[in-house]
């Protein structure tokens, strides 16, 4: 039995990160594709499927080996071992398989004995028959520079596939979509395994954490697909590993430590983080709503960019104040835990306040160690006194929040253009909309915006341009599903509207 406890909610297993799985299928694929028609029946005996793991509810790994009588080259100077291995790929001849070292210790003890190698070759070269030979073999024989002996390679479990493995366990009939996906987070995988896959969950989650050496621990998510709690954590069980949720993910330059069953993160927008923080300039303000432990913020305070970053979750808030000081952005970054909705005006507010009482960020000027006299005062960067760009991360509801916006600047038309150079700012919000390949989701996302804001865009490629509305495509999140990142800036009509 299990504990039900609650973690950050992250995307379906199905498709998602594979490791090297699906790699491996590949390339083991190629290579019987490049076997003659006996090396290729070998190989496929060599990864067949044990009787006895067929619907296995434990895996016991000691089925999945075998042994393969074959040939090597016994190489008679370890220092010609790059020459031959080059020229053996070229001919094909070299047992090439995945995590397999094709140079091993001679097979004679007594040669072994004095550090000599050999390379595994192919299954249809015999050492008897110089006809089954390359060129390249029968001169080096006749030279004296290596001997084509008898071998024998070991295969056992760790030279199997995930998709290997799982095919062998698996009934056929679930052979169609095996849970080959999940999201990470330092040393935790995070599946979302149903229906069928479930009696042999724990095995799929036992085969995962073999194959991939920097996952210690595996999870699965039992809520029903969809309900989210108001900080996106649900409830899960440890399929294998210890259930130890404190993690350590490095992105962008930043380090975040933080506890995955209390906090969101999602790996799979590291792409979108450093999109978005692409966009934004050192010395401007942004407001980051929903900052949750800051992969946006951290970043951006790394490029001398103000982040006023919130989260409600305090324990979110918790965890970026840590990852603000761990990552030394503390002069740009300021964390705060605060309802979004309230944080739109009152952290408007507080930039402006910052901004006419001076707040600077000081940076150390960089100096040579060895340059003579007292170091140099640290360069004032003035918190300027309006924001410049609103990034609401929270896709199931974002859009809900826009409303707040309407009155942000009421009674400042003097900070911006064309009073100023300044312009309004610019807001990325991410939502969710149904997946097609027509204008169905971008109109739909215009409606739920006007809906809010009283403003109908139109999607566009330019979100400076007034009335339009760049739609940006971040990720498929089900098979009906998208995620997109809509950025406009923000209509006069709204920002100097009376507050309510």
Not at 220 to 227: M, Q
Not at 301 to 320: H, I, M, Q, R, T
Not at 343 to 351: A, N, S, W
Not at 415 to 424: G, N, R, S, V, Y
Request: aromatic share 8%; net charge neutral; charged share 25%.
């Amino acid at each position: 039995m299990y504990s039900a406890r609650k973690i950050s909610t992250s995307q379906p297993c199905n498709p998602g990160r594979v490791s090297n799985t699906a790699k491996n299928d590949a390339d083991l694929a190629d290579q019987i594709f490049d076997m003659d028609d006996s090396d290729k029946q070998i190989m496929l005996n060599l990864f067949r499927a044990p009787a006895a793991a067929r619907a296995a509810k434990a895996l016991d790994r000691s089925l999945f080996s075998n042994t393969l009588p074959t040939a090597a080259a016994s190489i008679r100077d370890n220092r010609l071992i790059s020459k031959y291995r080059k020229q053996l790929e070229k001919t094909k001849e070299i047992f090439a398989l995945d995590r397999f070292d094709v140079c091993a210790a001679d097979p004679d003890a007594t040669l072994a004995a004095q550090g000599k190698k050999c390379l595994a070759l192919k299954p249809h070269i015999k050492p008897d028959v110089p006809e089954t030979w390359s060129p390249v073999l029968q001169e080096a024989s006749k030279l004296g520079e290596l001997k084509i002996v008898p071998y024998e390679i070991h295969v056992g479990y760790d030279l199997w596939s995930y998709l290997d493995v799982m095919r062998c366990i698996l009934p056929e009939d679930l052979h169609g979509e095996i849970p080959v996906g999940f999201n990470t987070a330092g040393h935790v995988a995070h599946l979302n395994i149903r229906g069928q896959y479930l009696p042999y969950k724990n095995i799929i989650a036992q085969v995962i954490m073999d194959k991939n050496p920097t996952i210690r621990t595996v999870i699965n998510k039992v809520d029903n697909v969809g309900t989210e709690s108001e900080f996106r954590t649900f409830s899960y069980e440890v399929l294998a590993g210890p259930d130890d949720m404190l993690v350590e993910v490095s992105e962008a330059g930043c380090v975040f430590k933080f506890d995955y069953s209390k906090v969101y993160w999602n790996t799979k927008l590291g792409t979108e983080h450093q999109r978005l923080v692409s966009l934004f300039k050192p010395g401007e303000v942004v407001i980051d709503l929903m900052a949750g432990i800051g992969p946006f913020a951290a970043p951006a305070g790394k490029k001398g960019v103000f982040v006023w970053a919130n989260d409600k979750n305090p324990e979110s808030y918790k965890y970026l104040t840590e990852i603000i000081k761990r990552n030394k952005v503390s002069e740009f970054v300021k964390p705060f835990n605060e309802d979004g909705h309230d944080f739109i005006k009152q952290g408007t507010d507080l930039v402006l306040e910052a901004s006419r009482r001076g707040d600077c960020a000081l940076v150390p000027q960089k100096v040579s160690r060895s340059a003579p006299g007292p170091r140099p005062e640290p360069i004032r960067i003035p918190v300027p006194p309006t924001v410049s760009h609103f990034v609401m991360n929270l896709p199931a509801s974002a859009i809900e929040f826009l409303h707040n916006f309407r009155g942000l600047y009421e009674g400042h038309k003097s900070l911006f253009a064309p009073h100023t150079e300044t312009k309004l700012p610019m807001v990325h919000v991410h939502c969710f909309a149904v997946k097609a390949d027509d204008a169905t989701p971008l109109d739909d996302i215009c409606q739920r915006i006007d809906k809010e804001i009283g403003v109908l865009l139109t999607p566009g490629d330019d979100a400076d341009k007034d009335g339009q509305v760049l739609i940006h495509e971040v990720r498929d999140v089900a098979p009906a599903k998208r995620m997109f990142c809509a950025s406009f800036r923000l209509p006069p009509s709204v920002a100097f509207a009376p507050r309510s």
